[in-house]
Every structure is written in structure tokens, then in C-alpha cells.
């Protein structure tokens, strides 16, 4: 069964459609599968349809399958119950507007990422869409800083991460940093795992690729919070119950 992970904050612009392309291209990427059926699927449940249009020009080279869904709330209501995926990335709208959407796409979270920029006036609206919608639903989330630029100086990632950590929020240790190549990569048709084999390209891969082991490797041990079954016997057990004495 899939793990749905929703990224959410009615914030506008804080990087929501940025994080799922590109957090679903590295994992479908590392994960593989064939051609005909990838183990990652994009779901876009925003009316603004940006994450269609970017998924579009990238064509055959996307390594996940995607759906744009807003308008198609029997499949909205049940993500979780998709089985031909291993994990389910969704995008979510960047209004107060559509905040039905937003709820019933949380319903079928196993986790949420909240994109934070590093700047005072994203505080308050963060705030509000965790305190209205994203933990009412019940489910583990972290914010994640987003779009930090290192050439502005450590100030403004020292006073969000102040706040965040007064706020008791749980955080993401990555942060995806202010990079131009994500800014042009939607115009561009391409995701992370399409840039170029160059050192900048690089560096703003790793922090996708960063950021997708904290997400894969969370304390839930992979485990999908919906599937009712036992968990899994550990590796260890199986490892000590072959050795005698
Ligand atoms: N880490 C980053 N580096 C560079 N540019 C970024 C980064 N994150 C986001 N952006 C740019 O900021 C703008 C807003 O990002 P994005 O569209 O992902 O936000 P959003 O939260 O999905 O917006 P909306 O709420 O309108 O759907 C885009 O132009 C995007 O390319
Ligand atoms: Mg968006």
C-alpha cells in the first residue's frame, strides 16, 4: 500500500508545488520501476493546475505517474486506498479557498510537509494553516525551510528556526535552499533528476535528495499508518532466530 504524504501550507508561493515535483522525481528515480508502471505517483489537488503544466513539459522524461485531481473528489477521498504505488506525493492549493480540498486530501495523509520560507511575514499564515487544518488531521507533520538563499547570510534561517522552535513545530534538518535552476526548472520542463551533471546542479539536487531520506526514513519505520495489518517482523528477530544457543 502507498504512503500518501500531502504538502501543505494555504500560503501562497512557498514552494508547495516545487517540493512534490522534485521530492517525487528523486524518490521515483532512487526507487525505479519500469517504464509502464513507476512506484511513485504525483497528485496535484490544486485548481491552479501548476504542478499539470510543469509535469506536462517535462513529458516522457516525468519518472512518476500524475494526476491532476481537484475536481475528482472520488479519487481526492481515496488516495490511501490506491495500491500500485509504494509512495504518493500531493500537492495542495495555495489558498483559504479551497480548503475543502485540503481537508479531505489530509484525511488520507500519512504524513504532511509544511514549506516555510524563511521570512517574518510566512510566519503568521503558517501558523494558521497548522493550527486550522494540518494537525486537526491527526497525522505526523514537519515544516520544511524553503527557498533560503545563503548569499542573504545566516539571519533570516537563525530567526526561523528561533520561531519554529518556539512554536514547538517539528522540523525538517534539511533545507532546501534559493537556487535559480528551481525557479526556471517549470518553464524549463525538467525536475532535479533532469539538471545537469555540474556542481551547482548538484548541490541543489542533494538537498532533495536530503530531504527524501528524512521523509522515506521517518519513525514510522515505512510502515503505512492505514494498513491495519501487524507490523512486519524485525530484521533482527530474523537474523537472531537462525542462530542456535
Ligand atoms: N528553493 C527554491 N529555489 C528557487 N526558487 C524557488 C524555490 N522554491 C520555490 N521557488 C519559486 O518560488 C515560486 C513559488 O513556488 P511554488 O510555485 O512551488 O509555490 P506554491 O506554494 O506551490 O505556490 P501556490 O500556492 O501558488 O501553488 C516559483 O516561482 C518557484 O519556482
Ligand atoms: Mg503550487
Known sequence: MARVHVIANQKGGVGKTTVTVNLAAV???????????????GVS????????????????ALPFDFEQCH???????????????????????????????????LAQADDVIVPL???PMSFSPAARSISRVVEPAGVPWRVLLNNWDPRDGEGDLQQTRGFVAAKGWPSFNTVIRHYKLHTRAS??????????????ALEARQDFFKLALEV??????GTPRHSNGRPKESAVNAVYSGVEG
Open 27 to 41: 524518490v521515483a528515480d532512487t526507487l525505479g520501476g519500469s517504464t509502464d508502471q513507476p512506484r511513485v505517483l
Open 45 to 60: 489537488t490544486d485548481p491552479q493546475a501548476s504542478m499539470l503544466e510543469w509535469a506536462t513539459r517535462v513529458g516522457d
Open 216 to 221: 522515506l526514513g521517518s519513525s514510522n519505520g
Open 187 to 200: 518553464a524549463e520542463g525538467v525536475t532535479v533528476v533532469q539538471y545537469a551533471k555540474n556542481r551547482v
Open 71 to 105: 475536481d475528482r473528489p472520488e479519487v481526492l477521498g481515496k488516495l490511501r486506498g490506491i495500491k500500485q504505488y509504494d509512495h504518493i506525493f500531493v500537492d495542495t492549493p495555495g489558498s483559504l479557498e479551497d480548503e475543502s480540498i485540503l481537508r479531505t486530501v
Open 117 to 119: 520560507e524563511p521570512e
